[in-house]
């Protein structure tokens, strides 16, 4: 499966964004997703998990009550509506692809090429 991000730009703090992810190659639907961000000097961690159908989502706590997972598996297409922004969340956001739902980087085996998210004070 191949994997575009797209969405990110340059906002203010307390401001939103959504971020998709369209995935390409095969369902959809064979995946749990998730997206994972890195900022500049630092490793990459994990944002949020969404399972194959949508029944089951985690959130790293840092996001919690402000970012939301989505996807529309008919649209082959994976969102992440990032609400309250503030300037600890600029990185470079990926969207990866698994048949297991997970939280760990390493476990996913297909990813996209990023988009950057930066979020001005």
């Known amino acids: 499966v191949q994997l575009q991000a797209s969405g990110g730009g340059l906002v203010q703090a307390g401001g939103s964004l959504r971020l998709s992810c369209a995935a390409s190659?095969?369902?959809?639907?064979?995946?749990?997703m998730g997206w994972f961000r890195q900022a500049p000097g630092k490793e990459r961690e994990f944002v949020a998990a969404?399972?194959?159908?949508?029944?089951?989502?985690d959130y790293t706590d840092s996001v919690k009550g402000r970012f939301t997972i989505s996807r529309v598996n008919a649209k082959n297409t994976v969102y992440l509506q990032m609400n309250n922004l503030n300037p600890e969340d600029t990185a470079v956001y990926y969207c990866?692809?698994?048949?297991?739902?997970?939280?760990?980087?390493?476990?996913?085996?297909?990813w996209g090429q990023g988009t950057q998210v930066t979020v001005s004070s």
């Open positions: 190659g095969r369902t959809l639907s064979t995946y749990a």
């Open positions: 969404i399972s194959r159908y949508g029944a089951t989502t």
């Open positions: 990866a692809a698994d048949t297991a739902f997970g939280t760990v980087a390493k476990m996913y085996d297909y």
